[in-house]
Structure formats: C-alpha cells, structure tokens
C-alpha cells in the first residue's frame, strides 16, 4: 500500500516513515492568566501532529526537481485538511499539510536523492 495525502502520492519515491507527535493536555500557569494564584490549569487537548521524514528519490536532477515542487504545491495558504494515509494503511482524517523542511545537501550517484522532513497537524476548531 503507498502512502498518500488528499490521494496524491507525495512520499512513495524513497523510503520514509511516519511519527505521531505529543499528545495530551495543554497547561498554562494561573500566573500567565493574569492571576496570582500558584498552580496550572488544563485549558485543551495538543492538536495532533503527524511527522513524515524520509528521502525523496529520482532518476536525475529534473525528476528530483518535479517530486519537490509536487510536495510544496500541497503547501497552502490557508491550509485545506484532507486524510493522511501511511503505507501501511493507518489514515488521519482532517489533517493540514504546515511545514516542508529539505535537508541541507542533494545526494547524487545512480539516483539524485534528499531527506525531507514534513509536518501534518489536526487543527481543533472552536
């Protein structure tokens, strides 16, 4: 099974894999609330982040160039969510593609390849 966001195929070039991020309450200081009572407060649960690190990997410069702007094409303005889906078939519905981040250098040999690091996040609505 390939991976996918929104259907497309963005990862499937080079190996990769998928991370979920923190999960759990968000605290805030009564202090920080403009209080001056000690102590924490429980204000919402984490919005998920899903991480997706791995290598994109193509026949030659051009082809390495293509799998890159098809990545950051996904990127938005305002972000639409859509599902994320691993290659082992575990999806996240309603996430948001927030960051691309390339690796410093470009490999080259019998294939061009770079590391990549993308963030997915499930933005809570209120």
Not at 84 to 103: K, P
Request: glycine share 12%; hydrophobic share 40%.
């Amino acid at each position: 099974m390939a991976s996918s966001f929104k259907g497309a195929d963005l990862f499937g070039s080079g190996p990769h894999r998928f991370g979920q991020g923190r999960q759990g309450q968000v605290m805030l200081s009564w202090i920080a609330l403009g209080t001056v009572q000690p102590g924490t407060v429980a204000i919402g649960l984490t919005e998920l982040d899903v991480t997706v690190t791995g290598r994109l990997v193509a026949s030659g410069e051009a082809a390495l160039w293509a799998l890159r702007e098809a990545v950051a094409a996904e990127l938005e303005e305002s972000p639409t969510p859509g599902t994320l889906v691993d290659h082992h078939g575990r999806s996240w519905a309603g996430m948001s593609f927030i960051d691309f981040r390339e690796g410093d250098r470009t490999d080259r040999g019998r294939v061009w390849s770079i590391a990549y690091e993308a963030v997915f996040r499930k933005v809570r609505e209120y």
